[in-house]
């Protein structure tokens, strides 16, 4: 079973950037869409992006278009969120996870019957000043 595990987050200034990283060990990830999700206090998980097996297809919240790209590297088994022009509401914590379907045609942000499977621990964001 795939087990993501996240890193990059930390402090920021509004205006600034960090990139996401989101790693699985052996080499199945290529098999499988990942999606980027976030919640922030007090709120709901929302998707924030999301990347097809084959890196063909990606999708974003509209609340991060033109900001956030997302791209993988199936030969490091890395999915990648790389975020520009960060916003105080931005912050939130923030998790990657891996579809149960091998080779899906597309991706999606909802998580709809508990399409992604296995999550990581998440990692902090936050923007501030």
């Known amino acids: 079973q795939l087990q993501p595990v996240e890193s990059g987050g930390g402090l920021v200034q509004p205006g600034g950037s960090l990139t996401l990283s989101c790693a699985t060990s052996g080499d199945k990830l290529r098999r499988y869409a990942v999606g980027w999700f976030r919640q922030a206090p007090g709120k709901e998980r929302e998707g924030v992006s999301c990347?097809?097996?084959?890196?063909?297809?990606?999708n974003y919240a509209d609340s991060v278009k033109d900001r956030f790209t997302i791209s993988r590297d199936n030969a490091k088994s890395t999915v990648y969120l790389q975020m520009s022009d960060l916003r105080p509401g931005d912050t939130a914590v923030y998790y990657c996870?891996?579809?149960?379907?091998?080779?899906?045609?597309?991706?999606?942000?909802?998580?709809?019957?508990?399409?992604?499977?296995?999550w990581g621990q998440g990692t902090q964001v936050t923007v501030s000043s």
């Open positions: 996870a891996v579809d149960r379907t091998p080779f899906p045609p597309t991706c999606t942000l909802v998580n709809d019957n508990g399409r992604y499977v296995t």
């Open positions: 990347i097809s097996a084959g890196g063909t297809t990606t």
